[in-house]
């Protein structure tokens, strides 16, 4: 896992492989560490998106090649899950 945050503070980006950890479980990993909270006081992941949907699509990709990238809402940050094993978090407005 590699870790990088910009140094406004606006973003947060980890790098996975996700044959060692799933999708949905950066996810919550990330977003925990980018907002300073525990994994467990999140909002339950399956209410901004199908977790097992998420890890299957994102475990299809090729990470050599861009492959699939899914962008949501999650515990008010815009999160982009990448097939490259990028989890990037973004604390902004929602729309």
Do not use: F
């Amino acid at each position: 896992m590699r870790h990088d945050s910009s140094d406004e503070g606006e973003s947060v980006r980890v790098e996975y492989d996700w044959t060692a950890v799933a999708p949905s479980s950066a996810v919550v990993e990330t977003v925990a560490e980018a907002v300073g909270q525990e994994p467990e006081t999140l909002p339950t992941l399956h209410d901004a998106v199908d977790p097992d949907g998420l890890d299957g699509l994102i475990r299809s990709g090729d990470p050599d090649l861009d492959g699939p990238s899914v962008t949501l809402w999650y515990a008010d940050t815009l999160v982009t899950v990448h097939s490259d094993g990028a989890v990037v978090v973004r604390d902004v407005d929602r729309p």
